[in-house]
């Protein structure tokens, strides 16, 4: 059995109440990434050769995993890129977020004392009890409140959801995707995370719809004081948003900087070849210029830089030595033997 | 309508006020009174393609897009109006669907579905040649040859499996495919979505390459803008089935006039962090259903711009410049 390297030192620092977009093209690891971050990387078959993930001077790849249960979701969460398949479609809307809140509230409550019981779940919460129960079946005994039913409206109309009393009773299949994709992010804000992981949030959305989720990510930012780390393949869409951009090829990440740099001076061939790769006018005007060749087989890479094959620069070092990612520039890191290194 | 006016001399294929309706399945009810309801798919589209241009169809997801592109492909037939290529209306004269296909082919999104996952790459290319245009074992080789050729494959490619290929090379082998009996017109798909984006580049080249070289007439569907902007010669932007905006790419693109062209032009990113405009924009509401579309102009519950008569009076396509059509009420408030 052969190992595919999907991520090989990668390093990157998200500061706070700022968004970074990650950007790639499928299998470059992008997604591998944020799995790590939020720890569900399922560990086998994947295996963390080396490194550490520090979040608030925590390393989330060395603590056990119930300990690690006490961050996912509450302190980093995630929207995934596919909506129907993260909400489970036989409960309402309102259920599933009410058992985020749960949840959240069960564990800031346990928090100071010790680990959560593995048994938590079916301890029945006496306090305020309404004749509503919970249709989640870990949550059964437990009784949707009056706050807590006041507490999902709040957070749907937070997303600009229209009639959010009317939507907390429906099920996803009676959502469109725009709306799925913001009850996705409603229940990720709900823990008021310190940092959201958004792999390709709008993908799967048409391009208003698309807008309208990407200026609600971007000004709930700032109302809850979040990071985002946004993983996208869309360049246009990392222009109109992030702070900072990390362009990852082939597992590594090739050049990492603020945004206006990164669209005004590339400096990585690979992320020279991008920009050049979108049509920005009609074929009278513009004339688009592909990246020869395709991305490498992860796993077996020859030597070198990885984006040699396809590289119109390529020289002879680039075959046998590895760039490392090195600041040519305030605030612009590049890994190419073009630039020093 | 202002129909007739779409049409030129060199039109390869015109639809004129195309319908497609799908029922809906009755309720479990055999008294029920309630009447036969529909989806409006594509309701009232007036297009036509010039030959050796492209058109660009765009709108979001459900807004009649594929539909129109399976209409005129005659997968499935239209509810009424006509479908006109090269003078023959397929609507009403019996065409055999063999010498349809020779002339019409057609690239799908997916090339994962739409290819064979069991047989070679070259026997996939050969299928259409074989059972379109004919001739010698010998003569469909050299077809193959050729089309394999064309869009940059390796004749050892053919031997493989589309599993044995990336993406990009299924989504040429599905280009290669459609060329193969040399049609006249082909109907792309949403050829690219499924693509990374420097692949995606290298089939647009691809295309353009193709479209120079056999003189191919193409209808583009796609709900990318810069695509659209990229391959085609003319736009027409669908809403809900309607056909709200057309006209040539350059005059759509930079100056839209329909309330709606102008909401998804705006929100489509631009490559340019200095030109942060996808956060100004304001959007209202979502795409409607198209059981129960609003009465009278299908945008009008979320444009700005609406009156009383937008709920009343679907507007026609109007042509407002040479060229340029554009279906609304009040289309002097966009200029």
């Known amino acids: 059995m052969g190992k595919l390297r999907a991520l090989d030192h990668v390093n990157l620092n998200i500061e706070e109440k700022q968004l970074i977009a990650v950007v790639g093209e499928s299998g470059c690891g992008k997604s591998t990434l944020a799995l790590s971050i939020i720890g569900l990387l399922a560990r086998p078959p994947a295996v963390v050769e080396s490194g550490v993930i520090e979040y608030k001077d925590v390393d989330l790849l060395s603590i056990p995993s119930k300990k690690l249960r006490q961050y996912r979701g509450t302190e980093i969460a995630m929207i995934f890129q596919e909506p129907l398949t993260s909400l489970n479609p036989v409960f309402t809307i309102g259920d599933q977020i009410g058992e985020a809140i749960m949840i959240r509230d069960l564990r800031k409550s346990k928090q100071q004392s010790d680990d959560l019981p593995s048994d938590f779940m079916q301890k029945t919460y006496k306090s305020n009890v309404t004749p509503k129960p919970s249709r989640i079946p870990s949550l059964r005994r437990r009784r949707i409140t009056e706050a807590l039913q006041k507490e999902i409206i709040q957070y749907l109309s937070l997303v600009r959801i229209a009639d959010p009393d009317q939507v907390l009773e429906r099920y996803p299949f009676e959502l469109s995707g725009g709306m799925r994709q913001r009850v996705m992010i409603a229940m990720a804000l709900s823990q008021k995370p310190a940092l959201l992981v958004a792999d390709e949030p709008t993908t799967a959305l048409d391009v208003t719809t698309q807008a309208q989720v990407l ?49 005004s001076d590339p400096l990585h061939p690979y992320t020279k070849g991008l920009l050049s790769c979108i049509p920005t006018g009609t074929k009278d005007e513009t004339v688009i210029r592909p990246i020869a060749g395709s991305v490498p087989d992860l796993r077996n890479l020859p030597p070198g830089c990885k984006f040699a094959s396809r590289c119109p620069y390529v020289m002879e070092v680039c075959k046998q030595k590895d760039p490392e990612l090195v600041e040519t520039k305030p605030d612009h890191k590049v890994a190419c033997f073009l630039y020093g290194n | 309508m202002g129909i007739e006016t779409f049409e030129s001399e060199d039109s390869i294929l015109v639809t004129r006020d195309l319908k497609k309706y799908y029922p809906i399945r009755r309720e479990f009810n055999p008294f029920s009174r309630n009447p036969r309801r529909f989806v409006r798919a594509v309701d009232g589209v007036s297009l036509s393609i010039r030959k050796g241009k492209t058109v660009a169809v765009v709108g979001e997801s459900g807004c009649g897009k594929t539909t129109l592109a399976r209409t005129i492909t005659l997968m499935t037939p239209p509810t009424s109006g006509d479908i006109i290529f090269e003078g023959i209306n397929l609507t009403k004269e019996k065409v055999r669907p063999k010498k349809l296909y020779r002339d019409v082919q057609m690239v799908f999104q997916d090339p994962d579905s739409s290819l064979d996952p069991r047989i ?16 010698t074992e010998n003569q469909v080789r050299e077809y193959v040859r050729t089309s394999l050729s064309a869009v940059g494959l390796s004749e050892e490619q ?31 798909d949403e050829p690219t979505s499924a693509l990374d984006a420097s692949v995606q580049a290298q089939i647009l080249a691809l295309l353009l390459d193709l479209q120079r070289k056999y003189n191919l007439s193409y209808m583009l569907i796609t709900h990318n803008i810069s695509v659209a902007q990229y391959l085609s010669d003319q736009v027409a932007v669908m809403y809900a089935g309607n056909l709200v905006e057309y006209g040539d790419t350059k005059t759509v693109i930079t100056k839209p006039r329909h309330p709606y062209t102008i909401t998804l032009i705006s929100s489509a990113p631009i490559p340019n962090p200095r030109i942060r405009n996808l956060l100004d924009i304001e959007i209202k509401g979502e795409v409607p259903s198209s059981i129960n579309p609003p009465t009278g102009c299908r945008f009008n519950p979320r444009c700005p711009y609406a009156e009383k008569i937008c709920t009343e009076i679907n507007p026609p396509l109007k042509e407002i410049a040479k060229g340029h059509y554009v279906a609304c009420h009040f289309v002097e408030k966009t200029a």
Not at chain 1, 227 to 235: F, M, R
Not at chain 1, 242 to 255: L, P, T
Not at chain 2, 166 to 185: D, F, Y
């Open chain 1, 215 to 263: 200026k609600l990510m971007k000004e709930l930012m700032k109302e809850v004081n979040t990071s985002i780390l946004l993983i996208t393949h869309d360049l246009a869409v990392a222009s109109q948003v992030a702070d900072r951009v990390v362009v990852m090829y082939a597992g590594n990440v090739v050049e990492d900087s603020n945004v206006l740099e990164l669209f």
């Open chain 2, 120 to 135: 070679k790459i070259k026997e996939t290319v050969a299928e259409p040649i074989r059972s379109l245009v004919g001739g």
């Open chain 2, 158 to 188: 053919g031997d493989r499996l589309p599993k044995q290929l990336s993406g990009g090379q299924r989504q040429r082998v599905a280009i290669a495919r459609a060329i193969g009996p040399r049609p006249k017109l082909i109907v792309l």
